[in-house]
């Protein structure tokens, strides 16, 4: 039995986008187990609950992160409107699924960069990001803002995007697309990303769906599980399916996402051609919110559960957020049992950690 | 189209047999939240199977509050169970991976642990007609027209004050005496 020692990893580490502390048992250059500790961003939003009335939430709520900021708005929005029984107009819907899907692809694109950049592959890193700014542009172009969308509302959607914009923003997802496919050849091909990636921390079937892993996470070790298969939205209306790969290590998680931006950029050009006109918003919203529901959304990082409570006051008695990070620190903590110290700040990436939601 | 979303009342002795019950359906484990009611703390349990969501409501007191942990059947929950124990102070037994209060740092102990505030008292306002309005006015002077603007800084001048007057003075003193400078 060789040395035992503890490193501690972060909060501040540079492959960390966000501070998360883990205490790295060690055993010679092998990790033995691995403790978190979280708490550097917490930030207590679900408090907020009890100062800011049902209506203000959902900008508090979209605030939770700044990546995937668009579907907490969403997943709160869709948590009101079932508990006060609030019909959202069609068109409205269609919008929420179009920025959702941009919301995703960017997302993505954002990790692919960062996970690049773990592995010391800093030019893929900054080419990853270019190509992610044509999607950011598109973004604020819509809904106003680059990163907090501040379009979607109890009801509806804020702002509306004409039909003219929208046929030119197909065309631009073609050239974007054309771009990503150099990106993808290289994750997919390359022999150093393959060196780096290939056969490290795997988790199989079981493990994942035991331990309670969430999106890409649970799809990359072959569970096709993904909360857009609820239908929420007008998910039932539109032809995709879960994406799905079955090696379990950090290069199945690489493509599951990769493969899931080709997915999106297909969704966005399905929304685009089927959204039917009409209002964007609901006329009046009466009354304040009594009884509780649970809404479940699909983020770029996996299920997310939105809990809300209301007693017939006008500020919620308890909103709680069930982020996809949350769920998938068991199984980090399970894969970096018995990995190398060079490889552990990349199976953490490759959960596409986002602390600012897990923490809340 | 959504999902319905029905709880279950579920006692607190029983939750770890429900959890084995339904980890050898085969069922993950989605969430558990923690409430504070006045009088006592509500967690709600969820699982999934197949995009089937089941849901659990154990209350257990505010005073003494002590959960049996599940985390013999799902290692998934340690996460969840140290979370509520670090925001609410509720104390979780038998769990397999405890971090004893240092898994969610604080600067506040247990942030969530106070009872809510109590309801507003909702204030009873009459409404007057606007022609009742004056004739039943308790104002001895009209309100004065225009803003009312109030100087803002340290000093207010207070009438009959000299100490006014020679601040009102003194920035033609302070050019006087740089141009002489």
């Known amino acids: 039995m060789g040395k035992r020692t503890v490193i501690p990893f972060g909060p501040q580490h540079p492959v960390l986008p966000e501070p998360i502390h883990l205490d ?8 033995v187990e691995a403790l978190p500790t979280i708490g550097f961003v917490h930030r207590g939003l679900e408090k907020l609950c009890e100062k800011h009335d049902y209506i203000q939430m959902i900008y508090v709520a979209e605030r939770i992160c700044g990546i995937c900021s668009f579907i907490h708005g969403l997943g709160y929005a869709q948590a009101i409107e079932e508990i006060m029984q609030i019909e959202v107009p069609e068109r409205a819907k269609w919008l929420r699924t179009f920025w959702a899907e941009l919301s995703r692809i960017h997302s993505h694109m954002l990790w692919a960069g960062l996970l690049a950049d773990a592995f010391g592959f800093e030019s893929l890193f900054m080419h990853s990001w270019r190509v992610r700014e044509a999607i950011v542009d598109i973004i604020d172009e819509t809904a106003g803002g680059r ?65 309670g892993a969430v999106g890409p996470t649970l799809r990359a070790s072959g569970v096709a599980s993904d909360a857009r298969l609820l239908n929420y939205g007008v998910y039932s209306e539109l032809e995709w399916e879960p994406i799905v790969e079955t090696a379990g290590d950090c290069q199945a ?29 609901v006329d009046r919203i009466k009354g304040n919110p009594d009884g509780s529901y649970m809404s479940r959304l699909e983020q770029p990082r996996g299920e997310v559960c939105y809990y809300l ?51 809340r | 189209m959504s999902e319905v979303f029905e709880v279950t009342e579920l006692e607190a002795s029983k939750l770890a047999e429900t959890a084995k019950q339904h980890r050898g359906e085969g069922y993950r484990l989605v969430q558990v939240c923690a409430n504070r009611l006045p009088e006592s703390f509500e967690i709600l349990y969820s699982f999934d199977r197949k995009e089937q969501l089941v849901n659990y409501r154990v209350e257990v007191p505010a005073e003494g509050a002590t959960l049996p942990s599940i985390s013999e059947s799902y290692l998934a929950a340690f996460a969840y169970e140290n979370e509520i124990k670090d925001l609410f102070g509720i104390e979780v037994t038998g769990l397999v991976l405890d971090f004893g209060g240092n898994f969610l740092k604080t600067k506040v102990k247990t942030p969530f642990a106070d009872a809510p505030p109590p309801p507003k008292k909702k204030i009873a306002v009459k409404k007057v007609a606007a022609t009742e309005d004056a004739e039943n006015s308790d104002a001895k002077e009209p309100a004065p027209k225009g803003p009312i603007c109030e100087p803002a800084g340290p000093y207010v001048p207070q009438p009959g004050d000299d100490k006014a007057e020679e601040s009102e003075n003194k920035p033609a003193d302070n050019t006087e005496e740089k141009k002489e400078s």
């Open chain 1, 253 to 281: 998680r690489c493509i599951v996402r990769l493969r899931e931006i080709y997915q999106s950029f297909d969704l966005l050009r399905q929304v685009i051609d089927k959204i039917p006109a009409g209002p964007i918003e």
């Open chain 1, 147 to 211: 990163v907090i969308f501040g379009s979607c509302k109890v009801g509806g959607v804020r702002r509306d995007v004409e039909d003219k914009k929208l046929g030119e923003i197909r065309s631009k997802i073609s050239e974007i697309e054309k771009q990503f496919d150099e990106l993808y050849r290289v994750f997919d091909n390359d022999t150093t990303v393959h060196k780096r990636m290939d056969g490290v921390g795997v988790m199989t079937k079981e493990e994942a769906y035991s331990l």
């Open chain 1, 24 to 31: 790295l048992v060690m055993e010679d250059e092998r990790v």
């Open chain 1, 309 to 359: 409570k209301g007693n017939g006051g006008k500020n919620l008695e308890r909103f709680r957020v069930r982020t996809p990070t949350f769920a998938n620190i068991p199984p980090l903590v399970h894969m970096l049992k018995g990995v190398e110290l060079a490889d552990v700040p990349l199976i953490i990436l490759t959960i596409d950690p986002c602390i600012s939601c897990a923490e």
